[in-house]
């Protein structure tokens, strides 16, 4: 209770803070939003076949990592992150108008590879922002692990809501209404950044080190890439269990509707704690063990899940998920920030595009193998992965700050 009240006061002692706080909320409400209707918006409110949802959904994708990835080197060593934050902020509400009133598929791709694929880049710039703030503060260095979980926090509290007012203004009204408002949420995030952030050119660290070591010299280190392919795994696992859970439930084992909504109810009331303790774990524990850890719940947990018989166990696993989701989407940032200092950036973009990698194989996956296997087998594919995943940081387990002889 100590730790949580002087994080509350950080809030509005620590300059900054409280603002990318509030940049997490925004940014938090606004992908929370939409993207859990995204199959219905592109299937049945477009009229698009699944192959083509998927092509749409896999074009959109690769985008997002081309442009984000470009975008987060430029604000290591160009722009200030103001300046690639307002970028981000008004071509995501822009590109969400477009899915607003837009309904022509190719259209619609248009408008998600460009304007949503320079929004992509917010999330990493967020965090990179939240880093440095904390680094330029009178935090001490070995509490920052702490409040980089302690600010996601409120990342995860945000999709707490989110869905449920989409879902009520989906409900009511409509498609157009829901994207509005997340768009009308992102305008908002970029009347923040700019009133607030202030306008800071990179430093020459940050200059010096992206030249030292650019992203693709940095890739070539078989320690970085390792863990990078082990997050990529991690992510298609999570995409693939998100989507083949309600399937499992009403479909193998016979459970009704109710039962896949507190399914997904429960995960939350576990999760938001849980990221607040692992926080505190991430001061006093190597980071890598703390992943590790992690992925060898999951194992536990998508084996569970392939063996289940009754709902109720579903529900009994779910805090299981919780642990993985609160370190794997909290200690992770600053596990990939530490890899590349004084490139917070380039750093959590990676951890970005390690997600929307994973995410995208899952989509591929996820057809492919409950089509010919069953949703029992998912599971049974998640638990290989996990464990793939897993075993790959385990052989390169000491991770340290990489630089130009690594």
């Not at 006061?9 to 603002?19: D, E, M, S």
């Not at 219905?40 to 949802?53: D, N």
């Not at 194992?299 to 998920?321: D, K, M």
């Not at 609160?326 to 200092?341: C, D, E, K, R, Y």
Request: hydrophobic share 55%; with cysteine.
């Amino acid at each position: 209770m100590s730790r949580l009240l002087r994080a509350l006061r950080a809030l509005g002692t620590t300059p900054g803070l409280f603002v990318v706080m509030l940049l997490c909320v925004l940014l938090g409400l606004a992908y929370s939003f939409v993207v859990p209707f995204m199959s219905l918006f592109g299937t049945r409110e477009v009229g698009m076949s699944h192959f083509g949802f998927g092509v749409f959904m896999t074009t959109t994708s690769v985008s997002a990592i081309v442009i984000s990835t470009w975008l987060a080197r430029y604000s290591d060593t160009h722009w200030s992150r103001k300046s690639v934050l307002l970028l981000g902020g008004v071509s995501g509400a822009l590109g969400y108008l477009g899915y607003a009133f837009v309904r022509d598929p190719v259209l619609l791709t248009g408008i998600g590879a460009l304007l949503l694929g320079v929004f992509s880049v917010s999330f990493g710039q967020v965090f990179a922002c939240t880093r440095e703030t904390l680094e330029a503060s009178t935090i001490e260095r070995h509490e920052i692990p702490f409040y980089m979980n302690f600010i996601r926090l409120f990342f995860a509290l945000a999709w707490t809501v989110g869905p449920a007012i989409a879902a009520y203004l989906m409900t009511h009204y409509s498609f157009r209404v829901t994207f509005a408002a997340a768009a009308l949420t992102l305008l908002i995030f970029s009347a923040l950044v700019a009133l607030f952030v202030p306008r800071r050119p990179p430093s020459v660290a940050s200059r010096q080190a992206a030249a030292e070591l650019p992203l693709s010299l940095a890739l070539k280190n078989r320690q970085l890439l390792a863990h990078f392919a082990a997050f990529v795994l991690y992510f298609c696992c999570a995409t693939m269990g998100m989507m083949n859970l309600p399937l499992l439930i009403l479909g193998e084992l016979g459970g009704a509707e109710r039962d896949v909504g507190i399914a997904y109810s429960i995960a939350p009331l576990f999760e938001l704690p849980l990221m607040f303790y692992v926080g505190v774990l991430a001061t006093r524990l190597e980071h890598a063990k703390l992943i590790m850890g992690a992925l060898g719940i999951g194992i536990i947990y998508y084996a569970g899940l392939a063996l289940t018989n009754a709902p109720v166990q579903v529900f009994a696993l779910q805090a299981l998920s919780a642990a993985v989701v609160a370190v794997m989407s909290g200690v992770a940032i600053t596990f990939f920030q530490n890899f590349l200092p004084n490139q917070a950036g380039s750093a959590t973009n990676l951890y970005s595009t390690s997600s929307r990698i994973g995410a995208t194989l899952g989509y591929l996956g996820f057809g492919t193998i409950a089509g010919a296997l069953g949703h029992r087998a998912v599971f049974g594919v998640t638990t290989v992965l996990c464990a793939v995943s897993f075993t790959t940081l385990f052989m390169y387990r000491r991770p340290a700050a990489l630089n130009v002889a690594a």
